[in-house]
């Protein structure tokens, strides 16, 4: 195949383009890391706040990640103030809330944002223009649903609990590929 300089360059960006797995995050505990640990794993990762109606959802969350994890999945909680102002605590005060309300053991990391100009760059690859999910969350606990790849492949909003039959049939399809 012969490069043209504009097909090279092309090429070259697409190459360069970060996956999901590459972006920074800090857990709620204040350490840095990525993604990476969870490659070849199906990921669901839940934007989260803990002053909202659908809170309720992280004991759905932690059934699931107990039943699933197994398996291969992995759910990823990330803390969004962006909607209605209903995660406004620290990262301390989250961690303390989730562990002792609901015992989540699934991993956790600090608040970011979802939408705008500030979206984090994970958000931006899980929904951004070219994505197959494509568009800005609506709401907490909207779940987006990531193949082994890191590619995602279902995007589930606020209303559809994580324990509904269709959540689990898409985790375990994909658990199947």
């Given at each position: 195949?012969?490069?043209?300089?504009?097909?090279?360059?092309?090429?070259?960006?697409?190459?360069?383009?970060?996956?999901?797995?590459?972006?920074?995050?800090?857990?709620?505990?204040?350490?840095?890391?990525?993604?990476?640990?969870?490659?070849?794993?199906?990921?669901?990762?839940?934007?989260?706040?803990?002053?909202?109606?659908?809170?309720?959802?992280?004991?759905?969350?932690?059934?699931?990640?107990?039943?699933?994890?197994?398996?291969?999945?992995?759910?990823?909680?990330?803390?969004?103030?962006?909607?209605?102002?209903?995660?406004?605590?620290?990262?301390?005060?989250?961690?303390?809330?989730?562990?002792?309300?609901?015992?989540?053991?699934?991993?956790?990391?600090s608040k970011i944002e979802v939408n705008g100009k500030d979206r984090h760059p994970i958000f931006e690859?899980?929904?951004?223009?070219?994505?197959?999910?494509?568009?800005?969350?609506?709401?907490?606990?909207?779940?987006?649903?990531?193949?082994?790849?890191?590619?995602?492949?279902?995007?589930?909003?606020?209303?559809?609990?994580?324990?509904?039959?269709?959540?689990?049939?898409?985790?375990?399809?994909?658990?199947?590929?």
């Amino acid at each position: 195949m012969k490069y043209t300089p504009l097909l090279f360059i092309m090429t070259l960006a697409s190459s360069l383009s970060a996956s999901i797995f590459e972006h920074k995050i800090t857990t709620l505990e204040g350490q840095e890391t990525t993604l990476a640990e969870h490659k070849g794993n199906v990921i669901l990762i839940v934007n989260v706040a803990s002053k909202c109606g659908f809170t309720k959802q992280y004991k759905g969350l932690e059934e699931l990640y107990q039943k699933h994890k197994d398996q291969g999945l992995v759910i990823c909680g990330f803390p969004c103030n962006q909607f209605g102002g209903q995660e406004p605590g620290s990262a301390e005060e989250i961690r303390q809330f989730c562990s002792t309300k609901y015992n989540l053991t699934f991993p956790m990391y600090s608040k970011i944002e979802v939408n705008g100009k500030d979206r984090h760059p994970i958000f931006e690859e899980l929904i951004g223009k070219d994505s197959p999910v494509a568009g800005n969350i609506k709401w907490n606990f909207t779940k987006i649903l990531v193949g082994k790849d890191g590619k995602p492949i279902q995007r589930f909003g606020s209303l559809t609990s994580p324990t509904s039959k269709k959540v689990i049939t898409e985790i375990e399809e994909a658990l199947k590929q």
